[in-house]
């Protein structure tokens, strides 16, 4: 019994962290999971943990949609590597579901849904502010490529706080220790964009499975190029190239952003969202809002009605419903903002 003492801890806090706005100290639970011994993790720990990691995969979906949708033109290669990542995200949020609900747990998502502008869940990438705006290079800077900064970046500053490879490395050191056992039952399989989600079901699935997310994201240790079964770069790297307007390449072992050229598309000027969002706007806007909010939640609700029982009819009717939110998200992006420079957006408001 005493050495459920930490877990039962780390849980605890977790639980309290993850719940309420996002204050400052309400989002160490990472590092507090991590701090338990591993001696000490049960199947209770990799359930906080998965669960952090569902808010933490449902966090960077409104950002890099925000950055899709202000781009004009979606022919363009900016636009092409965003949605792709967007497509990414969404198979991640369903893969963590998926083992969440393979070791017992059922996935809270509209719990997990977060406050923009704020931190990442968890306490990944401290000091990060993660906030909706259109595509700048600034944004694609701060934002989308601080959410995927691996551990050791091709150039990085000093930052002794969690990234999300870490984390998933120690959820995936975790079931192997543990090595629970893992139901089939209430999973959920699909396509999502250009992965196919599969039920989890042997360690070997849990293996594959952590291992995409995290290369995917962040790219390997190896080669930052390499993703699954295609050329496609990792996240960050993927975000460098349209930051720095240069393909990344391998110069004799050194990569550099100095390969052909990633044109900076055209962008709808969204305005960062003010925290507590838009103050006072228009009636066509606040209606706009609106819509766009209901739309939200229904996804929200309709999601984790999925990894609750209603299976696959409610996943596809999620999957519908998302298409539903870039109408009004456009709409609100071609909205001047009175006596302000810039233009609205969504706000991802859950309720």
């Not at 390499?226 to 050329?231: G, K, N, P, Q, Y």
């Not at 110069?251 to 900076?264: M, S, T």
Request: negative net charge; proline residues 9%; glycine residues 10%.
């Amino acid at each position: 019994m005493a050495a459920a003492g930490p877990v039962q801890a780390a849980v605890q806090a977790t639980a309290q962290s993850e719940s309420g706005p996002a204050a400052a100290a309400g989002h160490q639970s990472v590092a507090r999971l991590l701090a338990v011994p591993e001696e000490s993790r049960r199947d209770d720990w990799l359930r906080a943990a998965l669960q952090v990691a569902v808010a933490l995969e449902l966090s960077t979906i409104p950002p890099y949609l925000c950055g899709w949708w202000s781009i004009r033109d979606r022919g363009t290669e900016a636009a092409r590597l965003i949605r792709r990542i967007v497509g990414d995200e969404m198979f991640h949020l369903g893969v963590v579901c998926n083992l969440l609900v393979a070791v017992g747990g059922r996935p809270r998502i509209r719990e997990a849904a977060p406050t923009y502008p704020g931190p990442l869940p968890g306490g990944v990438h401290a000091g990060l502010t993660v906030y909706l705006s259109g595509l700048t290079k600034t944004f694609v800077h701060d934002v989308m490529m601080g959410i995927e900064a691996p551990h050791r970046p091709l150039a990085r500053s000093i930052d002794t706080s969690p990234s999300v490879g870490t984390f998933y490395s120690d959820i995936l050191k975790t079931f192997r220790s543990v090595a629970p056992e893992l139901s089939a039952r209430g999973q959920l399989s699909t396509r999502i964009g250009s992965d196919v989600l599969e039920p989890v079901e042997t360690p070997d699935d849990v293996e594959r499975a952590i291992e995409i997310i995290k290369e995917q994201g962040e790219g390997t240790t190896s080669s930052p190029a390499t993703a699954f079964d295609d050329d496609y770069p990792a996240h960050y790297y993927a975000f460098g190239e349209i930051y720095h307007g240069r393909r990344l390449r391998d110069n004799d072992g050194d990569w550099e952003f100095n390969g052909a050229p990633v044109r900076f598309p055209d962008a709808r000027p969204m305005a960062p969202v003010p925290a507590g969002g838009w103050p006072n706007p228009p009636g066509e806007v606040r209606r706009l809002l609106e819509s766009f909010d209901t739309t939200y939640n229904s996804l929200l609700h309709t999601l984790e009605s999925a990894w609750a029982g209603g299976g696959h009819r409610s996943l596809h009717a999620a999957i519908h419903i998302m298409r539903g939110l870039e109408t009004p998200a456009v709409k609100l992006m071609e909205r001047p903002i009175p006596d302000a420079p810039g233009n609205y957006g969504p706000q991802f408001r859950a309720f």
